[in-house]
């Protein structure tokens, strides 16, 4: 069956807002468009992307197909396709997709399911699915629960149900509270809840991705990557997926990542739906508790494709094995200093089909656009 592939990641805010016709804000169009092919790093063999079908698209994916030819036959296709692998699922991009003349689209029904399963509240069904013993995430409906919560256990992360890239999260601690009130009450009063963690003592940030399709849920690979200091994606480390396991073992015993990863697999079969085909990754974070190394096995669910599934995929397919990569998604002021930027990039050195140096675009930097990614060799 031939799949589209479309790069959406405003679908966190769609969700949010829940209708068949949601416009996003024009920073987040602004993302979309520049950022349109992403997906050639983690299609499969066979598919398309629904992208502009202009000469610089059709020029970068032919020369990265060249390139990398174990990436497979790969094509841009601005409309049509049996089945779509969108970034995520939602109402909006559903109607979307109808437009484009996809003929395999999920019910509506099935997507108010969905979105219900994307709220963050689900991290909670995770947990208590793999037995975790720590202090549970909760579900708040005013602000006198979060109050409750926060005077319970102290600092607190707040977070809206439906959000993405770190907005709507963010630190509440008992004698600031006042100034958090309105935030919190306009997000209860907008999706209904929010919903307060425990503040830990992070160390580093990972993830578990996942697939699920026909055969059931399978596991992919790891990320490791960085939030900045607003909970916001930075960066990732890319390398094969045994290098990155190896940089795991060096906070996490091997035995205790084998059997998260074994127990994640059985709690996302119960939970994700049978339909869904795609992917998802668990966030997860490592942190201090009195002196000793712990790990928080899920700190939420993305039921959907996420940066740290590109960065995995690029460390298998792309990056020559042993090697290391950073991975960044960055934005300039004006396109002039995209250009800049990328006039003084190394140039990628590619080996038998493999990065084994400098830096290569994993975008074409169109005209007017100020966001791009880049895979380095570090």
């Known amino acids: 069956m031939r799949s589209a592939y479309i790069f959406n990641p405003d679908n966190d805010l769609a969700l949010a807002n829940g209708t068949d016709n949601y416009t996003a804000p024009k920073m987040a169009r602004r993302i979309r468009n520049d950022l349109q092919l992403i997906p050639l790093w983690f299609a499969d063999s066979g598919s398309s992307i629904i992208a502009e079908c202009d000469t610089v698209n059709e020029s970068f994916v032919a020369d990265n197909l060249r390139m990398f030819p174990q990436l497979g036959a790969i094509d841009l296709s601005e409309r049509g396709a049996e089945y779509a692998m969108p970034w995520g699922w939602s109402r909006a991009i559903r109607s979307e997709l109808k437009r484009l003349n996809v003929s395999i ?23 208590s699915e793999i037995g975790y013993r720590g202090i549970m995430p909760s579900e708040c409906f005013s602000l006198f629960d979060v109050q409750r919560y926060v005077s319970l256990y102290g600092e607190t992360v707040v977070k809206a149900p439906w959000s993405c890239s770190g907005r709507g999260v963010f ?7 006042d100034r958090s009130k309105d935030l919190i009450a306009g997000i209860i009063s907008k999706q ?3 919903m307060c963690e425990k503040f830990l003592n992070k160390q580093s940030d990972f993830a578990l991705e996942f697939r699920s399709d026909e055969t059931g849920i399978r596991f992919q690979g790891y990320s490791i990557f960085s ?33 998260l990863c074994e127990r994640l697999q059985i709690a996302l079969s119960r939970i994700v739906p049978d339909w869904y085909r795609g992917y998802l990754g668990v966030d ?7 002196g000793s190394l712990q790990v928080m096995p899920c700190v939420e669910l993305n039921l959907r494709t996420t940066m740290g599934l590109l960065s995995s995929k690029l460390g ?42 400098g830096s290569l675009l994993l ?16």
């Not at 630190?171 to 509270?177: A, K």
């Not at 990569?325 to 493999?354: F, S, W």
């Not at 975008?363 to 570090?378: D, E, F, N, W």
């Open 192 to 194: 209904g809840s929010v």
């Open 227 to 259: 939030n900045g200091n607003r909970f916001s994606y930075e960066k990732a480390i890319v390398a094969d997926t045994s290098t990155l396991k190896s940089i795991l073992l060096k906070e996490i015993d091997e035995q205790v990542l084998d059997s």
């Open 363 to 378: 975008v074409p930097p169109k005209q007017g656009s100020i966001y791009t990614a880049v895979l380095t060799v570090v």
């Open 105 to 127: 689209l999920p019910d509506t029904t099935h997507l108010d399911e969905f979105r219900q399963l994307s709220h963050r509240r689900t991290s909670v069904a995770i947990l």
């Open 284 to 290: 997860m974070m490592t942190f201090l508790d009195n």
């Open 171 to 177: 630190l509440v601690n008992r004698n600031e509270f």
């Open 316 to 357: 298998d397919r792309i990056l020559a094995p042993g090697r290391i990569g950073e991975m960044t998604i960055t934005c300039r002021q004006t396109h002039d200093a995209v250009i800049d930027y990328v006039k003084n990039l190394m140039p990628p050195k590619v080996e038998a089909g493999r990065l084994v140096g």
